[in-house]
Antibody, heavy 118, light 108 residues
């Protein structure tokens, strides 16, 4: 069965960086993309971008350009999302999801809480 | 950027009733690439509908999606106790992909 398992919660200081991992299993990793979506406490869903696990092509939300990097390691079927220069408003649960062009995001990780606080 | 506006913000209904949720886009959604997700507290979103009207794997047939262009609807024919949750629409045909602000379906 398809599973996406994310790394554990993180607490970071403003200005630091965080790297969240998302390990996929149960399907051919390189046949799909991985989307990243975040959700601030009590708020809605915010699309961050996605990466093709086939060729590494990325598409980032403009507001995060320059601060976010999405990568994959096909040898371990793991996707990564690094966010730099963290601010307090980056505090959120970060989700990875399997992405298919015509199907959107059909399987989701359990979420990773990133707290940015001094 | 395509802005998605969901209405109503909150829907108060009883089990067994029909729920109709709306998602309106600020411009036409490419190829009807419109999805609906359900989210319960403390859980990840769950894909219900993709391509405006196709049910995702394992989704009960009481959930249906319709619409095209700028107006889309999610209908839950008869609410079950487990259906009380927040529902989001998402357009994934144009970059940046965007989500609506959500509709909460609560028990009346």
């Amino acid at each position: 069965q398809v599973q996406l398992v994310q790394s554990g919660a993180e607490v970071k200081k403003p200005g630091a960086s965080v790297k969240v991992s998302c390990k996929a299993s149960g399907y051919t990793f390189t046949s799909y993309g991985i989307s990243w979506v975040r959700q601030a406490p009590g708020q809605g869903l915010e699309w961050m971008g996605w990466i093709s696990a086939y060729n590494g092509n990325t598409n980032y939300a403009q507001k995060l350009q320059g601060r976010v990097t999405m990568t994959t390691d096909t040898s371990t079927s793991t996707a990564y999302m690094e966010l730099r220069s963290l601010r307090s408003d980056d505090t959120a649960v970060y989700y990875c999801a399997r992405r298919v062009d015509i199907v959107a995001s059909d399987y989701w990780g359990q979420g990773t809480l990133v707290t940015v606080s001094s | 950027e395509i802005v998605l506006t969901q209405s109503p913000g909150t829907l108060s209904l009883s089990p067994g009733e029909r729920a109709t949720l709306s998602c309106r886009a600020s411009q036409s959604v490419s190829s009807s690439y419109l999805a609906w997700y359900q989210q319960k507290p403390g859980q990840a979103p769950r894909l219900l509908i993709y391509g405006a009207s196709s049910r995702a794997t394992g989704i009960p047939d009481r959930f249906s999606g319709s619409g095209s262009g700028t107006d889309f609807t999610l209908t839950i024919s008869r609410l079950e106790p487990e259906d009380f949750a927040v529902y989001y629409c998402q357009q994934y045909g144009s970059s940046p992909e965007t989500f609506g602000q959500g509709t909460k379906v609560e028990i009346k």
